[in-house]
């Protein structure tokens, strides 16, 4: 399996939305734009089943993760 399908397993089987994030941390310099997006989806749903973002109890959604890499805002 190569480095970046194993690592959207990992993402997809990640338990948290803390969980996603720590694995970003730790591999991010590996990502390919697959694995970006994994990542987002995986945030935005693991916070919305959570009830929201664990840093801050906010919602998550995609334009919220997506909106700092924005050149115009919304």
């Known amino acids: ?7 959207n397993h990992e993402l997809l089987s990640a338990p948290s939305a803390g969980a996603v994030r720590a694995l970003v941390a730790v591999r991010a310099s ?9 990542a987002a989806h995986r945030l935005a749903t693991l916070g919305a089943r959570d009830g929201g ?17 924005r050149r115009t805002p919304i």
């Open 1 to 7: 399996m190569s480095d970046a399908r194993a690592l």
């Open 30 to 38: 590996s990502f390919n734009i697959v694995n970006c997006t994994t």
């Open 53 to 69: 973002d664990a840093r801050d109890g906010l919602p998550l959604s995609l334009i919220h993760i997506s909106e700092p890499t």
